[in-house]
């Protein structure tokens, strides 16, 4: 892989390798761009297969959180690191101090918070050395977990749909397909049971499931059948690439909504849903309420500023309904292009020589 190749051809800005043998820390922070602001995004720890794979991932991941800070109008840019090394064996004070004094080194251009293998407990080591990092216990002032705010914003996106699609953003009387019952889906269903929606929720965990009948009424269904329920919205929770050619012609529902990250397999997927007529709220712009609410801790968290923010992914959501009606295009091209024309207003700002 030719690494500066690709950052040109996506725009990174800077990839940095992080070395130290005392510890065994072998790590890549990847800044993707910052016209907007400093890059945040979390650290991965994963015992990637090789450098190349962890140095592919953290490169898209870092790009897609360019994306997802750009829609939900945070003064924020994409970054994201990746940590080569197994979350369940290899976690030490020493690896993530030494990690903090790197992501130190870039001076606040990269602010990094939790991610997949990594937990608060992790951050509090991080933030020892260095004031970059978010997501640190609401005991020392952080914003504490995402997902209350992650499953409000999916809520506010699937009230825009609604208005789009039934001529009303209530969802009273609606039956949502939850595919996943974990933090998010458990946060979004109690705003959906408190509009007067009907649930109907899967899981591969019985216990999750459990919950989704006992706390939320939903009827439980098995993981293969929620594709194929009869509802008004389907809500991906769980997995990334469960829009793909086995279960798009399945969907019931003119509207897909849902918190998962990456839900098309293919880009072309975007197309499919659209030709059978289905409204995809596209993932970024969807489930970013908890990076809005994260984006708060710098300047001191404020959690009904932060709220009101995370209300605002339904007017985005509005917009890009619009632009795709407009313009004939699907809504993932629609939230693309809504990011890259902020992005080039905010570049071309003329440069003003002072002495
Ligand atoms: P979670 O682990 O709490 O919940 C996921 C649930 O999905 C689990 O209960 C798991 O058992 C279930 N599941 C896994 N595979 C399944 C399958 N094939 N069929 C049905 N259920 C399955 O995770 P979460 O924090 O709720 O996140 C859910 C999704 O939202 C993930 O894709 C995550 O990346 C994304 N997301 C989460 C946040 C957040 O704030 N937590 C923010 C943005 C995006």
Known sequence: MDILDYMVRYGHEQVVYCSDPSCGLRAVIAVHDTTLGPSLGGTRMWPFPSEEAATIDVLRLSRAMTYKAAAAGLHLGGGKAVIMADPAKDKTEALFRSFGRFVDSLDGRYITTEDVGTTVRDMEWISTETEHVVGVPVS?????????????????????????????????????????????????????REAGASLVACDVSPRAAERAKKEF??????????????????????????????????????????????????????????????????????????????????????????????????????????IAKAEGITTARAADRLVEQRLAAVRGIRRLAVE
């Not at 469960?242 to 990250?261: F, Q």
């Open 140 to 192: 020392q002032g952080g914003s504490g977990d995402p997902s209350p705010a992650t499953g409000f914003g999916v809520y506010q996106a699937m009230r825009a749909c609604a208005q789009e699609v039934f001529g009303a953003d209530s969802l009273q009387g609606k039956t949502v397909a939850l595919q996943g019952f974990g933090k998010v889906a458990s946060y979004l269903a109690g705003h959906l």
């Open 217 to 322: 009424g939903a009827r439980i269904v098995s993981p293969d059948e929620i594709c194929d329920v009869e509802c008004d919205i389907f809500a991906p929770c769980a997995l990334g690439g469960v829009l793909n050619d086995s279960t798009i012609p399945r969907i019931k529902a003119p509207i897909t909504c849902g918190g998962a990250n990456n839900q098309l397999l293919e880009d072309r997927h975007a197309e499919a849903l659209k030709e059978r007529g289905i409204l995809w709220a596209p993932d970024y712009v969807a489930n970013a309420g908890g990076l809005i609410n994260l984006s708060f801790e710098p300047t001191g968290y404020d959690e009904d500023a932060a709220h009101e923010k995370v209300s605002e992914i339904r007017q985005t959501m509005e917009r890009i309904i619009a």
